[in-house]
């Protein structure tokens, strides 16, 4: 885009007026005791396994039940914290068969021993609790349990919690740094309905009380917002998908009278979505444990090896293109974006939520990848990706304050992608590109990972000094400007940016001629391309999301 003098000035009050609104933001000690990943009652203990057992009286809006926490010492203590939020009852936690003493600050909990847990001890306790849990009023961007009906009347549940935190429905140390080795998930729901979890069915059991227990297992690690409960009236059909690994179980988990339009709608989705992102990120990283579609009364999340599904059988953003190029309308959004998160947000997971960007702008930027290999076009992907950028705000930074779980802009969709696409342009080798997306998922395999790590590793595999374009896009508001200067017949040009020192390749070009990279600095410096005016001088903004100025 070109912006004049004016418009700039304008721009730079709107910018300095929102970073003070910015600055203004306070956190609590709740945001604290929840978002703290550092805090020393944490840090004492890694978890290995749950096994989270509970009950839904869905007349009552009610749960109860229990979750073993099985842990490993990391240093010598006595004192722990977990999470449970705090309209949800504890019962009593239990340690080698007596209660122990417990108190409560908001919705941390800490637990006391009778001695000191010595470094490297094995050890486990368990909580039960019971209540009535938040009701999340218009998942899945508020968390909470959904408790609806189906269009039959039958009841219909569901659980979604990314954000706010698992603890929301469950007791468990609610964080995304410490992901917990594996889980078994025990959800006992009135009889005649299923329960559909995440991992592998292992039993389903007749209480004999109007209940029956269905006992699902996770074999990988696994965040503890993907963990859910989906219960309904659900049908069920299976297929199996050649891929990288081998044979990958595939489970299909609509609700009963949907069984037709989702066998149209998920064959014709789940296949390409899967042999696509193979490609370009390597293989589905949970073959242990399967992958699963699961129909929802809310719009879709990426619950690890069980993706919550509600497009209503549609393609597009139910039945919408958000890029506005119509190139989003011949492929179901919830299916393709929803199982992206599997290699970004599940594979790969951010330690703190404010770096959400790494699963949401990565997840963004794979529904390009997805048109470009199922239409054999790169420019068709670049032209949808481009087309997001009508979501962005540039309201405020990406990246949010660390420590108080805190989610930066919502631009780290469409702005982050854009900035993946824009990073593929610099790399300039589609070969290598797809070697570090790859690479990614190799590297940081089933880890939890800070953005210093995600942006190392890609400029290490560049070969290009990428900081300061990721600072740039992720840690500011507003995006860089290419100023250009024609005076005594000499062409000049620097970046206008935030971030001190900022270089980044770009693509110059006169209009007509071929694109020739330039890495302009802050500071004036020539521009090295023979015939260049002030009247002929082109930028590639269609794969660079700047601003340009033309003195």
């Known amino acids: 885009m070109r912006i004049n003098k004016s418009s700039w000035l304008l721009l730079t009050f709107m910018l300095l007026t929102a970073t003070i609104y910015a600055q203004q933001k306070t956190f609590t000690r ?45 240093r010598d203590f006595d004192k722990l914290q977990f999470d449970l939020f705090a309209n949800l009852n504890i019962q009593r936690i239990v340690y080698k068969g007596k209660d122990l003493p417990f108190e409560r600050e908001f919705n941390a909990v800490f637990i006391t021993f ?60 609610d964080q995304l740094d410490d992901e917990v080795d594996s889980v078994m998930i025990s959800i006992s729901a009135p009889k005649g309905l299923k329960d559909v979890s995440n991992g592998r069915l292992r039993k389903v059991t007749d209480l004999k009380d ?58 014709a989705n789940v296949m390409p979505m899967l042999k696509a992102f193979e490609y370009w990120f390597g293989p589905y990283p949970f073959y242990e444990d399967g992958y699963k579609l699961v129909e ?33 309308l011949d492929w179901d959004f919830i299916v393709v974006h929803e199982s992206g998160h599997e290699w970004f947000g599940n594979n790969i ?8 960007w790494i699963h949401e702008s990565f997840t963004n930027y794979s529904e390009s990848l997805f048109i470009e290999h ?28 660390y420590g108080v779980n805190n989610e930066g802009s919502g631009d780290m969709y469409p702005k982050g992608g854009n900035l993946l696409n824009m990073v593929r342009t610099i790399v300039n080798d589609d070969a290598k590109w797809r070697g570090i997306l790859r690479g990614l998922n190799k590297t940081f395999y089933h880890q939890t990972v800070t953005a210093k790590q995600i942006v190392d590793y890609m400029s290490t595999q560049a070969g290009i000094n990428l900081t300061p374009v990721f600072d ?27 971030v001190d020192g900022f270089s980044m390749p770009v693509q110059v070009r006169t209009k007509g001629g071929e694109y020739q990279m330039i890495t302009p600095t802050t500071t004036f410096s020539p521009v090295k391309i023979n015939g260049i005016t002030k009247d002929n001088v082109e930028v590639d903004t269609f794969n660079y999301y700047i601003g340009v100025l033309v003195d």
């Open 374 to 401: 199922k239409t054999g076009s790169k420019l068709k992907g670049q032209e949808y990706i481009h087309g997001t950028r009508r979501g962005i705000l540039n309201d405020e930074p990406i990246i949010g304050q």
């Open 210 to 267: 109007g209940y029956t227990r269905f006992d699902w297992f996770v074999a990988n690690p696994i965040n503890n917002y993907d963990i859910e409960a989906n219960i309904g009236d659900y049908a069920h059909y299976s297929e199996t998908y050649p891929g990288e690994k081998g044979k990958l179980d595939l489970d299909f988990w609509p609700l009963s009278y949907n069984l037709a339009k989702a066998k149209k709608q998920w064959d």
């Open 114 to 173: 009778p001695q000191t847990i010595s470094k490297g001890s094995k050890d486990e306790f368990t909580v039960y609790y019971s209540g009535n849990p938040t009701i999340a009023k218009r998942a899945p961007w508020d968390g909470g349990v959904v408790f609806t009906t189906d269009s039959l009347g039958k009841p219909w549940v569901a659980t979604a919690c990314e954000g706010v935190g698992a603890s929301i429905w469950w007791p468990n140390k």
């Open 472 to 498: 740039q896009y992720l840690r500011y508001k507003n995006i860089p400007t290419l100023e250009f200067r024609f005076e005594n017949g000499t062409p000049t040009c620097r970046w206008i940016a935030d």
């Open 349 to 356: 997971t951010d330690k703190d939520n404010a770096d959400m």
């Open 30 to 74: 709740a945001d604290s005791l929840r978002g703290n990943i550092y805090s020393p009652l944490r840090t004492c203990y890694d978890i290995n396994y749950y096994h989270l057992d509970v009950k839904f009286d869905i007349d009552k809006k009610f749960i109860s039940g229990s979750n073993q926490f099985k842990f490993t010492a990391t």
């Open 296 to 328: 929802t009364p809310h719009l879709g999340m990426e619950h690890q090896s069980g993706v919550a599904y509600g497009n209503k059988y549609r393609n597009g953003y139910l039945g919408r293109d958000l890029s506005g190029t119509g190139l989003g």
